[in-house]
C-alpha cells in the first residue's frame, strides 16, 4: 500500500514552527518510502477562523520546499482538501453512525452543562466528564422517549450528536513513537460529533477525512494523543478498523528554559520568532519570520528536524535528500527539545558555508544596502573571505563593511599597546616597503611583512595585529594579507596615514 502522509492545520492565526516541524516529519516520512505528503485544512471551526491564515500555510510550506503532493493549492484526486467543502460527505458519515446506534442526540443548554459539571465537581468525582457514568442524567435521546425527542427536534431545539462511548472499557492506542498507551472510556468523553448546524466537529471530520483519504500515517503533536483513543472507537464503529492508520505523536517544541510548550510570550522575551514569515505583531506592525530573518530554507529544516529526532551518530549538517534517506520514526523521541534559537543561526551558517559561492553570492548581492559601492564582479571573492564568519546572507554587509568604507572606529584597547614609540617606526618602515611593492597581491604582501618581521626581530603581534587594526578597525577577520590586496595599494596608504594621525590623537587624550 502506498505511504500517505498528511498535515492537518487549522486557519486560526499565524503557523505556528511546532505545526511546521509536524509537517516537516510527515513530508519526511512519506518521501523516503516514495509515499504521498498531503495538505488538509481543517477549518471546522469557524469561529476561530482567520483570513489569510491558509494562503500563511502554504506560502510556509512553499518557502521551505515541503512541498505537498495534493492539497489546498496543490491539487490531487482526494479532495476537496478543505474541510468547510466537505460537508456532505461529513454528513452522510454521521448519518451511519446514528443508523447503526453508535451515537445520540443531547439537547442540553450550555447551562445545563455547566450545572452538571459544577454538581460533579462539588462532588468531588473524579469523572466529569459527559460519558456512559453521567449520561444517564442528561437530557438526551438515551434519556427521552422518541416522541420526545421527535418534539425537540420539531421544534428545532438546538441539539448536538454525540458519540455513545462504552462504559468502563479500555482502549489501547498503538503508537509508533511511545508504544502502547492505554485509555478507559471512564475518563473520556462521549464528544460532540455533528453540531446543530449541520457542521462536523475536529475529531468527526479528521477521523472521516483521514480513511477517505487513504491516509496510511497519521503523525501529529503530542497535545492530539488525548483525542487518538475515541478515533480509534470511531475507526471501530465505521468498520474500518483494517485500514487503521498508524499513529505517530509528536514531542512538544519546549521554550528554551524547558518550561512549557514553545510560546510566541517566552519567545517573544528571548527575541526569537515563532513563525516561520513575517507576521503582524501586538502593535500591528510587521515582524520578521525566520525568512525575513535570513533563514535558508534548507537550514530552518535541518533545524527542525532534530527538535524531537536525531540520527543515532554524530552527523548534525543534512541536506534535504540526506534527511529524507535517514529520517525514520523509530529515532523521534518520546521527551519534548528545548528551542535553542543559537544553534538554528548555527545550522544557517554552516549551510551558508556549505553552498556554492556563486549561488551564495547572488543571496548577498540581493541583500546589498543601496549606499555600498561594491562592483559586483569583485563580490564572489570577498564572499568567500568572509563567509567563514557569516551566519546569515545579510551579515556580509555589516562585517566586510570596512571593505568598502574607512573604519568607523578602532579598537582602541589594542591600539594603545600596540602604538607605541618603539612600535611606531617599525610599521611606519613597514609602510613604506608595502607601498613601495610593484607587485600589490596578497602573497607579496605576505613575503614582504614577514621577511620585515623576522629581520627586525619582531613578532607577529607587534605588526600583524596593528596593521589589520590601522586597516580594518577591527582585531578579527580574514587574512590581513588578502584584504590589504583587496584594498588597493592607493586605499592602503591613506587608511594607513588616517589610522596614524588618529591614534596619535588617541593616546595623547589619555
Ligand atoms: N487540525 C489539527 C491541528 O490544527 C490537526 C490534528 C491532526 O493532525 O490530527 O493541529
Not at 362 to 373: G, M, Q, R
Amino acid at each position: 500500500m502506498k505511504v500517505r502522509t498528511r498535515y492537518a492545520p487549522s486557519p486560526t492565526g499565524y503557523q505556528h514552527i511546532g505545526g511546521i516541524r509536524t509537517a516537516i516529519f510527515a513530508y519526511l516520512f512519506a518521501k523516503k518510502q516514495n509515499g504521498d505528503f498531503i495538505l488538509r485544512i481543517e477549518d471546522t471551526d469557524q469561529k476561530r477562523y482567520q483570513e489569510g491564515a491558509e494562503q500563511y500555510i502554504i506560502d510556509s510550506l512553499n518557502w521551505l520546499g515541503i512541498l505537498p503532493n495534493e492539497g489546498v493549492g496543490f491539487g490531487g484526486d482526494f479532495g476537496p482538501y478543505r474541510q468547510s467543502d466537505r460537508k456532505e460527505i461529513y454528513q452522510k458519515h454521521v448519518q451511519q453512525l446514528v443508523d447503526n446506534g453508535h451515537t445520540y442526540y443531547a439537547f442540553d443548554t450550555p447551562e445545563e452543562l455547566t450545572a452538571m459539571r459544577d454538581r460533579l465537581s462539588a462532588a468531588k468525582s473524579s469523572i466529569q466528564q459527559y460519558n456512559a457514568v453521567t449520561r444517564g442524567d442528561m437530557r438526551n435521546s438515551l434519556t427521552m422517549s422518541e416522541e420526545e425527542v421527535k418534539a425537540e427536534l420539531d421544534k428545532g431545539t438546538p441539539y448536538v450528536i454525540r458519540i455513545k462511548l462504552p462504559e468502563n472499557k479500555t482502549i489501547v492506542v498503538q503508537d509508533a513513537i511511545h508504544g502502547e498507551v492505554s485509555f478507559n472510556t471512564n475518563q473520556m468523553d462521549d464528544k460532540v460529533m455533528m453540531k446543530g448546524d449541520g457542521l462536523p466537529t475536529y475529531h468527526l471530520a479528521n477521523v472521516v477525512d483521514d480513511h477517505t483519504m487513504e491516509i496510511t500515517h497519521v503523525i501529529r503533536g503530542d497535545e492530539w494523543m488525548s483525542s487518538t483513543p475515541l478515533h480509534v472507537h470511531l475507526y471501530r464503529c465505521f468498520g474500518w478498523e483494517d485500514t487503521m492508520p498508524v499513529f505517530a505523536h509528536l514531542p512538544l517544541m519546549l521554550n528554551p528554559d524547558g518550561k512549557g510548550k514553545l510560546s510566541k510570550r517566552k519567545a517573544d522575551q528571548y527575541g526569537f520568532p515563532v513563525f516561520p514569515l513575517q507576521y503582524l505583531n501586538d502593535e500591528e506592525k510587521l515582524s520578521d519570520g525566520f525568512k525575513e530573518l535570513g533563514f535558508l530554507p534548507e537550514a530552518f529544516v535541518n533545524f527542525l528536524i532534530f527538535q524531537g529526532w536525531n540520527p543515532g551518530t554524530e552527523q548534525e549538517m543534512f541536506s534535504m535528500d540526506e534527511m529524507i534517506q535517514t529520517f525514520s520514526l523509530d529515532r523521534v523521541t518520546k521527551a519534548g527539545t528545548k528551542f535553542d534559537f543559537k544553534k538554528a543561526q548555527w545550522f544557517n551558517g554552516e549551510h551558508l558555508r556549505a553552498m556554492d559561492t556563486d549561488k551564495l553570492t547572488e543571496l548577498v548581492w540581493a541583500c546589498k544596502p543601496d549606499d555600498v559601492n561594491c562592483d559586483e564582479k569583485q563580490l564572489p571573492q570577498l564572499v568567500g573571505m568572509m563567509k567563514e564568519r557569516m551566519i546569515f546572507a545579510k551579515d556580509f554587509w555589516l562585517q566586510a563593511d570596512y571593505l568598502f568604507n574607512l573604519p568607523k572606529e578602532y579598537d582602541a584597547k589594542t591600539v594603545r599597546k600596540k602604538w607605541n614609540d618603539d612600535n611606531k617606526p617599525h610599521l611606519k618602515s613597514l609602510q613604506d616597503q608595502l607601498l613601495a611593492l610593484e607587485n600589490f597581491n596578497a602573497e607579496q604582501i605576505e613575503t614582504t611583512i614577514k621577511s620585515f618581521i623576522e629581520s627586525n626581530e619582531l613578532s607577529f603581534g607587534d605588526i600583524l595585529l596593528p596593521l589589520r587594526i590601522m586597516l580594518t578597525g577591527v582585531k578579527g577577520g580574514p587574512s590581513v594579507f588578502d584584504i590589504a590586496e583587496i584594498l588597493g595599494k592607493e586605499e592602503v596608504e591613506n587608511r594607513l596615514n588616517t589610522a596614524a594621525s588618529i591614534f596619535d590623537e588617541m593616546n595623547a587624550a589619555v
